[in-house]
């Protein structure tokens, strides 16, 4: 199952070549990944009160095409490998039917003493619910 | 006394206008005070090792002119305001001679349970150094 | 009239003291005053096309409580005065009841060689339609 | 042969984990490289005025330890392969000896209306400068 959500690109996120600056969509997987973790009913900020975290180990863009001032983005995101202890969200930003922005970021799960953990049963159910293959992300 | 310092404006600072996007000047700002302090031999970080925070309670920005990208700013920073409980921090954004943002910032300071205190000797030290008048910042 | 948006706090736009970046209040008042202009039928990358822009000339933010990661914030924004070439928007942040930053914008109007001009007759009218009283903002 | 730079981290780079939040490690592979070239005489503002832009097409960060505020950053960057039309960028994000962040950007070569050009002998002997073989980025 693929998880979606919608941006409007603000002039904050642009640069001087008119178009959104690169760094600006690992904010929006940032998004994409929060919103489906909602959505699924297990908020990002309830997993911190648990004490667990989910830090970045690793991040990776492939920019095909811009996004641009105002534009209504869509964020696509699914779990793209689910392992004990990281798991691999891709995500893709649209604009209507054309991919302009795909990627992933490898997550791991660290407990308050920022040691490594296994991921929770619940992190993981939720993970599998979004469990899919797509693009090249 | 002003205390001055340097910066190089990257494209992540930029908008599609070709100019630095203006909620970026309040970071500028943060540098400028940050390494005002940090050459007066307190680094903000060393303040927050004792449990002392300082929170900005009010700021504001008069945009005159524009910076672009590559241009190498300066930062003039100075105290326009010194109290017991609160401190009003001016920046002026220059580009060689010319000044292109002013502005001032208020600071309190909190201590790790976020109650409002005094300032430190110490601080207050640091502050004198760089009381000054200036602009209409 | 007020007009009023919703946004969710992203971990990007917090800080190490666990609250929102006092910077980043000025992308939330762009957002705040973008979505006042697209809601009553003149976008502003509408007027962009048109070749009039809308450059910030000052900007003020008082802060009086702190936004948290997650927080689903309200931003209410109104005209706060308007002039023939200069109109001051004012934004209040809000979570409920609440409300934690409250400021404004000063807008000029300039065209596409950058020369300062009046509103269009179509600004004038938008920004009738938000024309109220409010906080200290 | 590397090309280094320094940066201070401020507190708007920090999140509420307390460390720098990751999409701004690009912001960092950004400076790294237009540091690199202005050092070799070919400042990324000139290449502009001479119509020539070099977007980026992919991006990748390996996150293995985290940077802190106030941190005295060093950014390590090297030519990690050159073609005609795609030039691949490595940086490493260093805090004294560790190497916090690790990865890289390709970056394309388009002029003035946007099609994809070679790069100018201007650019090929800038980067040849640079090239170097270096961690798993």
């Avoid at 690109?9 to 929006?28: F, K």
């Avoid at 798991?87 to 407990?111: M, P, Q």
Wanted: glycine residues 6%.
């Amino acid at each position: 199952m693929y998880f979606e959500c919608q941006y409007r690109v603000p002039y904050a996120d642009t640069d001087q070549m008119g178009v959104v600056y690169y760094a600006n969509y690992l904010v929006y997987f940032e998004r994409g990944r929060t919103e489906m973790f909602r959505s699924a009913g297990l908020p990002y900020s309830e997993l911190e009160k648990q004490g667990l975290f989910l830090p970045v180990s690793e991040a990776y863009c492939k920019y095909q095409a811009s996004a641009h001032y105002d534009d209504l983005l869509t964020f696509r995101s699914w779990i793209a490998e689910l392992g004990r202890v990281r798991v691999r969200i891709a995500t893709e930003v649209r604009r209507a039917d054309e991919v302009l922005v795909s990627g992933h970021v490898v997550l791991g799960c660290v407990n308050s003493e920022r040691r490594i953990v296994r991921f929770s049963p619940e992190i993981i159910a939720v993970c599998r619910k979004f469990v899919a293959e797509g693009g090249e992300a």
